[in-house]
C-alpha cells in the first residue's frame, strides 16, 4: 500500500473562506494533513492581545515591541514543534506571513518541501521578503510572478483564487432582494464608484470604516464565511473592484464567490480574469467607471440577460475554479519538481 503523504496545512485566519478549507480538499487528494493555526497568541486569546495591544502600544512601545518578539518567537517554536511531531513530505502555508524566513529555512533542512499559497500580490511588502525562502511561492496575480522571476526567484508560480463552494451548498432558490451588493473595504475609488451609483439600491458590507465614509446610508454591517453566501445567493448583481495597482493582472476571491453563489458579476476589467471566463456570457467588464451606471441600469431591466449570465457564470466557477482543483494543481507542480 502507498503511503500517504503527509501536509502540514498552516494557517493564519482560522475563518478565512479559504484557508481553513484548504484541509478538506487535500484529504480528498489521498494526503495525511494535520491543520498549524499560527494566529494562535501566547495570551491566551485574540481578544487578550487585542486588550494588550491597546494597554501597552500607546504607553510604551519598547514594552510592546518586546511582547511582538514573544508573540514571534511562540509562533515560530509551534510551527517547530508541529513539523518535528508530524513530520510532514510539505509544509503548505496559506500567507502565513507569521512564519518567518529563518523558520522556513529550518523546515528546508529537515528535509521538508516546504510551499506557500500567497493571495496577494507586489502591493503587500511580505511577498519579497517571503518568497525568497519557499521550495514553492504560489501568488494569484501573473505579474506579481513576473517581478519576482526577474530577481532571480525561479520558485515563483501562478494560482489564482478558487471558491470552496461545491454545488451542494449553493441555495438557487433564495429570493435575490439585493440589487447591488459590495462586500470589502473602503478605499477612495470605492467611494467614488458606489456614491455614483447612489440612486440604485446599494447595500454594502465590510468593516466599520463604512460608516465614516458618505455612504454610511448603504452599509449594512460586517459579514463573514456564511453571511457571504447568504449575502450572495440574494444578490441580483455584485459590484466588484480588484486590487487598484496599474499594473497587477489577477482578479481577487470576492469574483469567484460572488459567481459561485449565482450573483451576475459586474467587474473592473482585469486580464486575469478575461483568461478565466468569457465576457458578456459568463461575467460583465466595465473598462472605465462612467459605464457603470448604464451597465447596472440595463442587467437590472433586463432579467432573462442577467440571469442568463449569471448561471453560466456560476457553472464555470463550480466546474473549474473550485479550491480543490487549485490544490490539485498546486501538489501536481510540487510533486512532479521534486520526484
Known sequence: MKKKLKVLLTICNPHDEVQLPMSEPLKNLGYDVQICDVSFR???????????????KPRSSYLWNKLLRFSSWFTQRRVIRAAKKFKPDIFLAIKAKEVETETVYKLRDMGIVTANWYMEGVWHQSVFILSPAYDYFFTVDEYTVSVLREQGIVSAHYMPCGTRLVPSQVNN????????SFIGTPIPLREQIFGMLSDFDINIWGPSLWENTALKKFYRGRAYGADLDNIYQRSKIVIN???THDK???PNLRNFE??????LLVSDYKKGLEELFTEKKELVFYRDISELPGLVSYYLEHEDERSASAKAGQLAVLTNHTIESRVKKMMEIIKKSHN
Request: hydrophobic residues 35%; aromatic residues 12%.
Open 173 to 180: 432558490m433564495c429570493e435575490r432582494i439585493y440589487d447591488i
Open 248 to 250: 497587477t493582472t489577477g
Open 258 to 263: 460572488g459567481m459561485g453563489n449565482g450573483a
Open 241 to 243: 473592484i480588484n486590487n
Open 42 to 56: 501566547p495570551f491566551g486569546s485574540r481578544l487578550l492581545f487585542r486588550i494588550c495591544r491597546r494597554l501597552f
